[in-house]
């Protein structure tokens, strides 16, 4: 078991920054990757970024490239989701998960999930 637990979401106003953490616990070692979703009212669970635990080899989504980043630190088991140029259209609530194997862009792949933090943009 892998537990997830986010934290560092809040408001900010448009073309601000925040970063989100999320603290693994438990069987830290058997995760291939730490992914990063969000979830806007009346949406699906979107993929926003992936970070492979070997390598730190990092994917994101078209949407958020080149403005968000997501980095880890091994000894403290975190993995931070770096946010800069927020837009309106991030706003969302935010989850980390970690997943054993498979296609890191699907939900499906993901065996363990957080409880989520919102992220408000204002315009």
């Known amino acids: 078991q892998v537990q997830l637990v986010e934290s560092g979401g809040g408001l900010v106003q448009a073309g601000g920054s925040l970063r989100l953490s999320c603290a693994a616990s438990?069987?830290?070692?058997?995760?291939?990757?730490m992914g990063w979703f969000r979830q806007a009212p009346g949406k699906e669970r979107m993929f926003v970024g992936v970070?492979?635990?070997?390598?730190?080899?990092?994917f994101y989504a078209d949407s958020v490239k080149g403005r968000f980043t997501i980095s880890r630190d091994n000894a403290k088991n975190t993995v931070y989701l770096q946010m800069n140029s927020l837009k309106p259209e991030d706003t969302a609530v935010y989850y980390c998960?970690?997943?054993?194997?498979?296609?890191?862009?699907?939900?499906?792949?993901?065996?363990?999930w957080g409880q989520g933090t919102q992220v408000t943009v204002s315009s």
């Open positions: 438990g069987r830290t070692s058997s995760p291939n990757a």
């Open positions: 970070i492979t635990w070997a390598g730190s080899v990092t």
């Open positions: 998960a970690a997943a054993l194997r498979g296609n890191y862009y699907l939900l499906s792949s993901y065996n363990y």
